[in-house]
DNA sequence: AGTTTGCGGAGCGAAACGCTCCGTTTACAA
DNA sequence: TTGTAAACGGAGCGTTTCGCTCCGCAAACT
């Protein structure tokens, strides 16, 4: 490292830039792209000024929160890819999604001009996504009247837990873990919804990739 | 009818209070309790003169909504309840519910004050929706680790649609149809992993019912 | 002691909010 | 034709909330 001794004062920004962000992703789960700078500056217990200095409009603060959370669906993914099992490998996945919480950054990705950045972020998380839906597909675990389509749009929906932030937003926070423990339930079914073989073919015709969230592409 | 005529005017009134109505769903949908009055009137084509003729507050149009809304969901249990079959009238309500989408009301009975009215509709609500479990459950078409409590936090989740709400507050209206057949087909991959028999036990504890969209009891 | 660096938050102009108020339009009786 | 009452749309009120700037202060280093 060229810079191995750290100053006192330098430490505690990186502290308050890492609690900005933590609690940048709480409010956004609750107030989606209409969380304003001074409730989330008053969540991490940290002053208006400190946040501005480090970002320098809003919307970048909100980019680097879309960037990061994209780190975490890629991790996730190539994680899945990692499993030997394919079923396991995408019920890893789609369960790492769910905690993730697309759905409440989709309104925030909606709002913010995409940077190269996370244009590029968002491609590597597609490839890994594809070849875990693929193997579970060629293995035969995954029913296969779904697409990867139909996959991020119930990652996107299950993704996002109004339960979850209507209890935080009133402030219960003790019922918090119980309702954590109803997502997981919930979406335990849908797994096994997902499985093969299926009891009966999907409805409909196969969802068209443009449908998720707003632009990405394009 | 003891007034089978109807003047012109009062029945330009009577359709500006469906429309209001209507346009109040929608924008709820999109933007839940913060929902502007001037929003809604715009979407009604109607002034906001017209809307505080007919509510004296924005309180009162929400609890007006909230109240219509718990209409159908006694509706499509009773509906359900109708059904020979046991899983069939199950599968009716739990569409149906997706489709009225309580999710998005969830966050408007959150910040109305509860009048007598709802709170009797939502009693006999649960009434009806308790019968139609138990009933399923007891034909053996549902799987028996499945409360009833997991199935009305399932429709409170499946039920908003982040992706359709997008869609139409950035006009996109040409997409939505695509996003409903989209959406159909998750809550299919949902109905199908609620059936009997099931692949794995549901992980955790049973949820409890106090986890149900804020207070409405009490 | 002086300098640098990061800090918190009062306060700015702008925007959005719920709601009131009023001039206009329409249907119909005199 | 004219008078009246009912329903209309929307400008504008006071208030709140927003993103962001700016500045006085405290801690660390020289």
Redesign the interface.
């Known amino acids: 490292m060229t810079e191995p001794r750290r100053a006192p004062r330098q430490a505690e920004a990186e502290a308050n830039d890492r609690a900005l962000l933590a609690a940048a992703r709480e409010v956004v789960a609750v107030d989606g792209a209409?969380a304003s700078v001074a409730a989330i500056a008053a969540r991490a217990g940290v002053g208006i000024g400190s946040l501005y200095r480090r970002y320098r409009t809003k919307q970048e603060l909100f980019q680097r929160l879309v960037s990061l959370t994209l780190d975490r669906w890629i991790d996730a993914a190539e994680q899945g890819l990692a499993h030997a099992d394919p079923w396991e490998g995408l019920a890893h996945y789609l369960l790492a999604g769910f905690d993730i919480g697309q759905?409440s950054l989709?309104?925030v990705a909606?709002t913010i001009e995409l940077t190269e950045e996370i244009a590029d972020k968002n491609r590597r998380a597609d490839e890994a996504v594809d070849a875990l839906v693929a193997r579970a597909r060629a293995a035969g675990v995954l029913r296969p009247d779904?697409t990867t389509?139909?996959l991020h749009?119930?990652v996107?929906?299950?993704g996002?837990?109004?339960?979850i932030d209507?209890?935080r937003q009133?402030g219960r926070t003790d019922?918090v873990p119980?309702?954590v423990?109803?997502?997981?339930?919930?979406t335990?079914?849908?797994?096994?919804?997902?499985?093969a073989p299926?009891?009966?073919p999907?409805?409909?015709?196969?969802?068209?990739p443009?449908?998720l969230?707003?632009r990405w592409e394009t």
């Open positions: 209409r759905g989709g309104s909606g779904v389509t139909d749009l119930l996107e929906q299950l996002k837990s109004p339960m209507q209890l009133q019922l119980a309702a423990n109803a997502r997981t339930r919930i335990a079914i849908a797994l096994d919804g997902l499985r299926a009891p009966h999907l409805p409909g015709e196969p969802p068209a443009e449908l969230s707003g």
